[in-house]
């Protein structure tokens, strides 16, 4: 977005000033840049409140902005839960659904760090099971290594998640089947675990 747009965004009230700001280090480069997303990171560190602010622009119109908004909420989502818990509702809404694939890697990544009620569960279940046959092997990768966490608590899901491994394990990716054998051995020795943070690595 130009400078103009992102002037006019802040007075229409959509954008604060101080999200206006965040913005700035969120803008520029390509979908493999992060711009000054750790500078962002650390500023929301220093006040919680900006949370908000980022969750905003999660939102934004520009989709890198969008992306690297939605990256830094799924990674302070798993060192503080509680913070990100009030903007939950970004992961199940139009965001999941987004034609950039980077942005539903964050997505189902972020979907087991939060609580969840029934409701919004089987929307959360519904993206999870969807995104295991994504065309992207990174977002098939994280969102079965999502639904494997969430077949802890509800083992009708089990079979889904077998299915997808079985898929995983064939000759297709050698990066996939080792994937497999992560997440086989994870639901082997998590039975009585069935929140957990730690992932696996892509």
């Known amino acids: 977005m130009a400078i103009g747009g992102e002037r006019r965004l802040a ?14 280090l969120l803008s520029g ?10 500078q962002a990171r650390a500023l929301v560190e220093e006040d919680r409140g900006r949370v908000a602010e980022l969750a905003e622009l ?23 839960p509680g913070w990100i818990q009030p903007h939950k509702s970004l992961f199940i809404g139009p965001l999941a659904d987004s034609d950039e694939w980077e942005i539903r890697l964050q997505v189902v990544r972020a979907l087991p760090l939060l609580d969840w009620s029934p409701r919004e569960r089987k929307r959360v279940i519904e993206i999870v099971c969807r995104d295991a046959e994504h065309p992207r092997k990174f977002v098939r990768a994280w969102a079965l290594d999502s639904l494997a966490t969430f077949a802890c608590t ?46 696996i690595s892509v």
């Open 58 to 80: 999660a939102r934004d119109s520009d989709w890198l902005v969008s992306m690297r908004a939605i990256d830094l909420l799924e990674k302070l989502a798993q060192e503080h």
């Open 29 to 38: 480069g390509d979908r493999r840049s992060i711009a000054r997303s750790i």
């Open 11 to 24: 007075e229409s009230g959509r954008v604060s000033a101080a999200a206006a700001s965040l913005r700035s």
């Open 154 to 199: 509800d083992r009708s899901l089990m079979k889904v998640v077998r299915r997808g491994l079985e898929a995983f394990e064939r000759p297709e990716s050698k990066a996939l089947q080792t994937r497999a054998r992560q997440i086989r051995k994870r639901i082997e020795n998590d039975q009585d675990k069935p929140r957990r943070t730690t992932r």
